[in-house]
């Protein structure tokens, strides 16, 4: 099966259980700024994380896929996502990255002025800064499609703010 489909060449795009969108609607920039991120996180783990960050990233990446399917779902499904046992982040999630940020930053990370991405001279940490600031973009996506075409659970609205919080102190640890 090719990639190419032609099935875009509209405007719309696939969501899950047959369901389409358009491409400039709220729900598909969500996932576009979450597919993004998930990018951005790609770039930063290739250019050489510092030891144990690789796994924090590969578990974030992990999550933000089941993220996306809960963003691909339109309201009406969510008993079929449900019930079919797709992934999706929760409060526990939520609660691991948060804790995560208190991990790293107990090892000296404290919030001096404005970010200056890139003085390190790494480029795995200007990519987590990258990651950082699609992270705040997503969630400021996230927030407008929960305002305006109904509720999105509220672990899918903290994750994002959780995220770039735990990605700001990843940028500044040393090694």
């Known amino acids: 099966m090719s990639i190419i489909t032609g099935r875009g060449d509209s405007g719309e795009t696939d969501l899950l259980f047959g369901k389409r ?4 609607g709220l729900r598909v920039e ?6 993004e991120l998930n990018s951005a996180l790609g770039l930063a783990r290739a250019a050489g994380l510092a ?24 309201p009406e499904d969510e008993a079929l996502y449900e019930e079919k046992g797709f992934a999706k982040v929760t409060d526990a999630d939520v609660a691991w990255l948060e804790q995560r940020a208190k991990e790293y930053e107990s090892r000296g990370v404290r919030f001096e002025g404005w970010a200056r991405p890139g003085v390190e001279h790494s480029v795995a940490r200007a990519g987590l800064d990258v990651a950082r600031s699609v992270a705040r973009r997503a969630e400021r996506r996230v927030w ?5 075409e109904g509720p999105l659970p509220e672990s899918v ?7 770039s919080d735990l990605l700001w102190i990843l940028a500044r ?3």
Do not use: I, W
């Open 21 to 24: 969108a358009p491409k400039t």
């Open 30 to 35: 969500a996932l576009g700024a979450v597919d």
């Open 51 to 74: 030891p144990g960050l690789e796994e924090v990233v590969d578990a974030v990446q992990g999550k933000l896929v089941g993220l996306m399917g809960q963003l691909a779902c339109l």
């Open 144 to 148: 407008e499609l929960h305002e305006s």
């Open 157 to 163: 609205r903290l994750y994002f703010n959780r995220l």
């Open 173 to 175: 640890l040393d090694g």
